[in-house]
C-alpha cells in the first residue's frame, strides 16, 4: 500500500509537470505569436493611411478563461489610431464635424504653406459655420481671430474664403462683438480689390450683416462715399449689395448727419431710370426714401449746401435733379417701384 501511494504520488508529479510544461510551451507559442503580430502591425501602422489604420483590430484575440490569457497575463498589442489628416477632414459634410475636427483645422490652416490646403481648410470652415452650433464652437476656439489673419493672404481665393466664413460667423451676434475690430480691413480690401471682383462682393456681405442692427452701424461712417461710388462703377450683383448696406445704415437716423455730407458722385442720379435693374432700382429708391425722411433745419440745410458734392447737394437739396427723375418714374411699367415712388413723392 505504501509503494501504491508512493507510486500514486510520482504520477500526480508528473502529470503537475505535464501541465506546467504544457503551459511552458503554449505561453512559448503565443510570446512567439505574438511577437510576429506586433512586428506586423507596426510595419503595417507605418505604410497605411490614417483611415485605414484607426479601423485595424488585433490579429490575436485571448479568449477569457483560455489557458493562454491564464499564463501570459500580457496585453496584446494593437496600433493605436492617429490623427486624421486635414485632407480627409475637408471632404466630410460640415454638419459631420465634431469639435476635434474644428480645432485640427484651426491648428492646421495656422501652418499650412501651401495656397490649395488653405484654401479647402478655409472653405470647409466656412461651411461648418453655416451651423449655429459650429458657430459657437469656432468662437470658443479663437477661431475668428484665426481666420480673419487670412483677409491679407498673399492669394485672391484664400481672401475670398476669409471673408465667406466671417460673413457665415456674423449670423451668429455673439460673433459679430469680434467680427466688428475687422470692418476697416474689410473696407480697406473693398478699396484694393478689382472692381465687380469676388472679393468686393465678399466684403459687401459681410459689411451687409453686420448693419443689420444698429449696434455697429457707427462703424461705417466712413464708408459712405465709397459705397455711393460703387453704386456707379459695379455690376448689378454689387450694386445690389452696396445698396443693402446703404438702407441698412440709412434707417438709422442717428447716422444721418453722416450720410448726407459725405461725398456723392452726381452720377448715382442716373440709376433713377427705368432701365436701370428692378433690384437696383427698388433699393435705390428705398434709400432715397429714407433720406426724403431726414428733416434737417434751416441752419444745417444752409450749411450743407456749402459741401460740394456732398450727397445733400446731390439728392436732398431744391437745386437736385432728384425729383424730375422721380416723377419720370411714376410711369414705370412696375407696379412696385410705381408705389415707392409715390410715397417718396408724397
Not at 303 to 332: A, G
Amino acid at each position: 500500500m505504501g509503494d501504491g501511494s508512493v507510486t500514486a504520488r510520482l504520477g500526480n508529479v508528473k502529470a503537475l509537470l505535464g501541465i506546467v510544461a504544457g503551459a511552458g510551451a503554449f505561453y512559448g507559442i503565443y510570446k512567439l505569436v505574438s511577437a510576429e503580430s506586433f512586428k506586423r502591425n507596426k510595419k503595417s501602422a507605418n505604410s497605411e493611411s490614417p483611415s485605414v489604420r484607426s479601423s485595424q483590430r488585433c490579429e490575436v484575440t485571448l479568449k477569457p478563461g483560455s489557458l493562454l490569457a491564464k499564463v501570459s497575463g500580457l496585453d496584446v498589442a494593437c496600433p493605436r489610431p492617429v490623427d486624421a489628416a486635414s485632407g480627409d477632414i475637408v471632404h466630410q459634410s460640415p454638419g459631420n464635424l465634431e469639435p476635434q475636427h474644428l480645432k485640427f483645422l484651426l491648428s492646421r490652416v495656422q501652418t499650412a504653406n501651401n495656397q490649395s490646403e488653405r484654401f479647402e481648410i478655409l472653405l470647409t470652415l466656412g461651411n461648418a459655420a453655416a451651423f449655429t452650433v459650429n458657430q459657437n464652437l469656432i468662437r470658443e476656439l479663437d477661431g475668428i481671430r484665426i481666420i480673419a489673419a487670412f483677409l491679407f493672404d498673399p492669394a485672391a481665393e484664400v481672401r475670398v474664403q476669409t471673408l465667406n466664413a466671417l460673413n457665415n460667423l456674423c449670423m451668429n451676434i455673439e460673433n459679430q462683438e469680434q467680427i466688428k475690430v475687422y470692418v476697416p480691413q474689410v473696407l480697406e480690401l473693398i478699396e484694393m480689390s478689382p472692381v465687380n471682383s469676388d472679393l468686393q462682393l465678399g466684403a459687401l456681405r459681410l459689411l451687409t450683416n453686420l448693419s443689420v442692427t444698429d449696434k455697429h452701424q457707427h462703424l461705417f461712417k466712413e464708408s459712405i462715399t465709397l459705397l455711393l461710388s460703387l453704386l456707379v462703377v459695379s455690376n448689378e450683383a454689387l450694386q445690389v449689395q452696396a445698396l443693402k448696406v446703404l438702407v441698412n445704415v440709412s434707417s438709422n437716423p442717428d447716422m444721418m448727419d453722416d450720410i448726407v455730407q459725405a461725398q456723392a458722385p452726381a452720377s448715382v442720379l442716373l440709376l433713377f431710370d427705368a432701365r436701370t435693374a428692378h433690384a437696383v432700382l427698388l433699393r435705390l429708391l428705398t434709400f432715397a426714401g429714407n433720406l426724403k425722411a431726414w428733416r434737417p433745419s434751416a441752419q444745417v440745410a444752409d450749411q450743407l449746401r456749402q459741401k460740394q458734392d456732398c450727397l445733400f447737394r446731390v439728392m436732398l437739396d431744391e437745386s437736385s435733379q432728384l425729383h424730375s427723375r422721380l416723377v419720370q418714374l411714376l410711369s414705370h411699367p412696375d407696379g412696385e417701384i410705381q408705389a415707392q415712388v409715390a410715397r417718396i413723392l408724397t
